[in-house]
């Protein structure tokens, strides 16, 4: 298995960032693109625990890891709803690499290429809105759990303690069967509840959540109406 790059990122998620002006009463033509960021992604990425909290009965006493879990976004969130413990693991060298840097370059160059300066009017208030907050506020470990080290390390993350769910975000879709047996048979040594959270027939491996479930023998949750199997 391997961690999506930068490009990979830039490709699955590009949202054009509008901008109003008041003194025309419509939008600026020329739309600022960012991709991977916050202030774009957040919200979305926000939003799934709303639904996936109450859905697998998610509480202040659990302990989860969240694989796949990028800059870990969505942690934020489970963790305000829940005040539960959560760590996220991702193997990405783009995550893990810049996970503690600052966004600006890449937004001072998105802001630069619509047409704006980035510092003054319309292209420095969206950079002083993209940049508030640093990139990654939670524990992201560089870790596949495939050995029994790499558990260790997430378990130490986790108080020394073994979590109590694991949930991977959009992940298994992306692997073909042989792949995803393989990190199951690893990661059900630690005996723990497992959920996926996945997009029917999407991806390289296009599966229903019922074959999703059969396959993995684990809990599986659909993106967009939420319907949980397992």
């Not at 969240?66 to 934020?76: L, Q, S």
């Not at 489970?78 to 937004?107: F, M, P, Q, R």
């Not at 229903?208 to 059969?214: R, Y």
């Amino acid at each position: 298995m391997a961690g999506y790059t930068k490009a990979d990122y830039d490709i699955l998620y590009s949202i054009r960032v509008r901008i109003w002006d008041e003194s025309i009463k419509a939008y600026r033509r020329s739309p600022i693109r960012l991709h991977y960021h916050r202030y774009v992604m957040q919200d979305i990425v926000a939003n799934h625990w709303n639904f996936l909290v109450p859905l697998l009965s998610l509480s202040s006493t659990d302990r989860i890891v969240v694989v796949g879990a990028g800059f870990g976004w969505g942690i934020e969130k489970l963790e305000d709803l829940t005040n539960c413990t959560a760590i996220g693991v991702d193997i990405s060298d783009y995550i893990n690499d810049t996970k503690g840097i600052s966004e600006a370059a890449e937004v001072d160059a998105a802001i630069i290429s619509a047409g704006y300066l980035t510092t003054e009017g319309h292209g420095l208030e969206v950079r002083n809105a993209v940049l508030a907050q640093p990139r990654t506020k939670t524990t992201i470990l560089k870790e596949d759990m495939f050995t029994n080290k790499s558990r260790n390390s997430v378990k130490q993350a986790l108080g020394n303690q073994n979590p109590t769910w694991i949930i991977t975000e959009d992940m298994i879709s992306d692997f073909s069967d042989a792949e995803i047996l393989e990190w199951k048979t690893e990661v059900d040594k630690l005996g723990v509840p497992i959920c996926h959270i996945v997009r029917e027939n999407f991806g390289l491996n296009q599966k229903t959540l019922e074959e999703w479930n059969v396959l993995t023998g684990h809990t599986v949750i659909s993106v967009g109406d939420y319907r949980r199997v397992g």
